[in-house]
């Protein structure tokens, strides 16, 4: 029934050679790290000033690095588009960090938290990689604690903990509900501490445009001052992106208004093998869309689904308000449909089973596009101030968007696009496919294979930037310094002007559209054909809708303004025009992965109950995309189950 | 609804700005006061004018990015949110609303509303942080907190570093944003060693970035938009008096450069 793939003559891609080494060390999985460790060369600390790094992006990921490799005695240079390192994404993250403490004494171990995050993956992600994860995770604990990480504690002085989405153990560690504000301060403050020693250099405000590649190696940056206009050249011994995800591609999403896809995307055009876009996270508890004019999505803590309960009205077009319908007369349907883990189902299903009821026509609030999340429960069986110690910042938060009081009421929600788990190719060293280029947090593709765990995001760039690549990139400088380059070599000069000719492109299309309103509709065929369902039509017609304004952007595109000042537009510009290179490739991959797998889900193949069905026979591989200026090809990464079955996996 | 923004136009830095007058119609009030410049800006780049440079990010009151002076007070008229954060529902149809930059010498206006505020991350340079190089750490139960000491901390480390309180000081002081941090840390356990030398080079950081000091009148905690207390001020105040008090025992005598900085001794002067 199932075919390996599109067939390449369709003229969409074509299939190259598969990707034979991942560069993990063989041998016992829990052993794997210490072993590629022992064997990496290390770098004679007087040595270490002469070898350069830049840092693109200063999120958990980037800023843990940043100030790690600037302790470690390299020299660092710190490039975001932010006006400081301290407004990265990774801020917003609210509910927790796991780690595999086991402080509950509840059954928790590393196995554990590895079996978890690759079933939780839909059996799409690199064993090697997830064990080294599970087992780096108490590390970044004790870490963030001892830089005063002001976590959530019990009365005897201990660290809390509390349970989250697809697990069944108490694993997460959070600070009220703003567990990522206080990580990224945590590394925020060890970067300034290198700032000030002197080790690490920030360039606030400038934005990344194009990767500089010399004899076959990342050797560099091409930057933009976004205050001045100035175009310039950044060079170093090693290149790492840690500039998140792309969930912006669907215009509205939990991300900020600023996060973009341009630093990974511009990487790929020059060789970095990009690995399935089409996985996007959907995130089940998000604030409903009120309007037209909504600029971004908020999400509400999955950690709220530890006491809230989820449902709808048991009849279609219920117009009642919520306390007037009888409890018999509500559909639970999460505790109903999964009873084993019920309203703390992975977020995939949770937002598949959102979706349905909605399709249903038992959706409430504007729209029928919503479900409630209900703490009446919770509030009578624990009282009001518990609730509000767990979740009063998320409460206010949704009162101050909604002017609802979820005290009083439920709380509507509806899933958004939040998290993207495709992302750069990277090997074990987090390595991409282009010498010396890194790749780390949320902008690599290689933990969460389809479906990413709650608090599993914090757990990944922290464990990437202080102390995974450390580590692998103390291996690549070891052999440097590399020979010197500068703005004569002709590497250099050609991305240069590359930069400089785009920039100028942009500004003279002199069309009568405005860049959001590309980027609107950009999302809205992303998120009708390539979002929490996807067909084979539905992914066909979005991919000749992508191209066609993708045509019409740069025909009719007006960006005001000058390159030489501080011009939004055309920073906005940019990035929407990879946006919409990048958006083809969600669809293509969507198109060719036959199967249904974590969060994307094919509506031709599922189970008659309606949950995904995986096809291991044809699909248990990464899919690398090369870029080509054509179709691109497809390199594929089989993956290996050896220490975890190879199951269907089921919440029921 | 309807509204008139009058609005802080600077082509940028070091040059004269004025004033401009736009109108915005059939706007929403469930719309945020941002999404409302975005509506402009979508009017005035449709029309081929030159939109609003603004900051913003999150968008949901966490990443600090985003601050407007609007109808003279820094995040607008609702108390305890960020300007991404205030809804249009907080303002009436007809509505003639002011909007500008941060105003504080420390903080240059780079284009029409956006500053620069790099000043607050050179005072976390100076001290506002605890030196504890990656891998070096205990054991994380080695170490126990009381949890009011805990909470307590958690409320000052939830600062955003979005410089209102400066914006809104008479004297342009940043002591709300540096108590903050001197409190976050200084009230736990972690934070000790380093607690006294903290203090002196936090505060004179703040001051050599021509920050003003703190008569405490509290108008930057009334438009904190994290509910900083202005306690914490004290608390930093207090620190640095024993600071050099400490300092003063070692040296036998106060040291002739230190001082307790601007931070009790009014507005800077310039
Ligand atoms: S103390 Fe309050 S007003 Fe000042 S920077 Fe921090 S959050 Fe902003
Ligand atoms: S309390 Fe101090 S810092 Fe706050 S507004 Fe008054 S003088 Fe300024
Ligand atoms: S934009 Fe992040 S706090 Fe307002």
Known sequence: MSETAMPPESGLFSVGAPIADTKAPPGPIGERWDVRRFNARLVNPANRRRLSVIVIGTGLAGGSAAATLGEGGYRVEVFCFQDTPRRAHSIAAQGGINAAKNYRNDGDSVMRLFYDTVKGGDFRARE?????????????????????????????????????????????????????????????????????????????????????????????????????????????????????????????????????????????????????????????????????????????????????????????????????????????????????????VPRDVASRAAKNVCDEGRGVGPGGLGVYLDFADAIARLGRPVIAERYGNLFDMYRQITSEDPYRAPMRIYPAVHYTMGGLWVDYDLQSTIPGLFVIGEANFSDHGANRLGASALMQGLADGYFVLPSTLAHYLAAGPYPSVDETHPATRETLAAVRERITRLLAVGGRRTVDSFHKELGTILWDHCGMERTREGLTQAIAAVRALREEFWRDVTVPGSGEELNQSLERAGRVADFLELGELMCIDALHRDESCGCHFRAEHQTPDGEALRDDEHFAYVAAWEHTGGPPVLHKEQLAYEYVELKARSYK | ???????????????????????????????????????????????????????????????????????????????????????????????????????????????????????????????????????????????????????????????????????????????????????????????????????????????????????????????????????????????????????????????EDQTGGNLASGPAGD
């Open chain 1, 128 to 344: 090697s990689n997830v064990h080294r994860l599970a087992q780096v995770s108490v590390d970044i604990i004790d870490q963030c604690v001892a830089q005063g990480v002001p976590f959530a504690r019990e009365y005897g002085g201990l660290l809390d903990n509390r349970s989250f989405g697809g697990v069944q153990v108490s694993r997460t560690f959070y600070a009220r509900g703003q567990t990522g504000q206080q990580l990224l301060l945590g590394a925020y403050q060890a970067l300034e501490r290198q700032v000030a020693a002197g080790t690490v250099r920030v360039h606030a405000r400038h934005e990344m445009l194009d990767l500089i590649v010399v004899d076959g190696r990342a050797r560099g940056v091409v930057v933009r001052n976004l205050v001045t206009g100035e175009v310039s050249a950044q060079f170093a011994d090693a290149v790492v992106l840690a500039t998140g995800g792309y969930g912006n591609a669907f215009y509205l999403s939990t991300n900020a208004v600023g996060c973009n896809a341009t630093a990974i995307w511009r990487a790929h055009r020059r060789g970095a093998l990009f690995a399935n876009p089409c996985f996007t996270q959907i995130h089940p508890t998000c604030i409903p869309v009120s309007g037209e004019h909504q600029s971004k999505l908020t999400l509400m803590s999955e950690s709220l689904r530890n006491d809230g309960r989820i449902w709808v009205p048991k009849l279609a077009g219920d117009g009642r308000a919520p306390a007037d319908i009888p409890e018999r007369e509500r559909d639970y349907f999460l505790e109903r449909r999964y009873p084993a883990f019920g309203n703390l």
């Open chain 2, 1 to 255: 609804m309807n509204i008139t923004l009058r609005i802080w136009r600077q082509p940028g830095p070091g040059r004269p700005g004025h004033m401009v007058t736009h109108r915005v119609d059939d706007i929403s009030p469930d719309m945020s006061f941002l999404e409302v410049l975005d509506v402009l800006n979508q009017r005035l780049t449709a029309a081929g004018e030159d939109p609003v440079a603004f900051d913003s990010d999150c968008r949901e009151g966490i990443c600090g990015m985003c601050g407007l002076v609007i109808n003279g007070i820094a995040h607008g008229p609702q108390a305890s949110v960020t300007t991404c954060q205030l809804h249009m529902r907080s303002f009436a149809d007809g509505d003639v609303i002011d909007v500008e930059p941060w105003r504080a010498g420390p903080f240059p206006v780079l284009k029409d509303l956006v500053v620069d505020r790099s000043a607050l991350d050179r005072i976390i340079q100076a001290g506002g942080y605890i030196s504890i190089p990656t891998g070096s750490a205990p054991e994380a139960h080695s170490i126990l907190v009381p949890k009011d000491d805990a909470e307590d901390a958690f409320d000052a480390a939830t600062c955003i570093g979005c410089g209102a309180c400066v914006a809104a000081c008479p004297n342009g002081s940043a002591a709300l944003f540096l108590g903050a941090k001197i409190t976050h840390l200084g009230l736990l356990p972690q934070g000790q060693p380093e607690r006294d030398s903290r203090a002196l080079a936090m505060i004179a950081r703040h001051d050599a970035e021509g920050f003003g000091g703190c008569s405490q009148i509290g108008e930057c905690t009334a438009v904190c938009p994290k509910d900083i207390q202005l306690e914490v001020i004290s608390r930093c105040h207090r620190d640095v008096v024993t600071a050099l008090f400490h300092h003063g025992e070692q040296q036998e005598g106060p040291p």
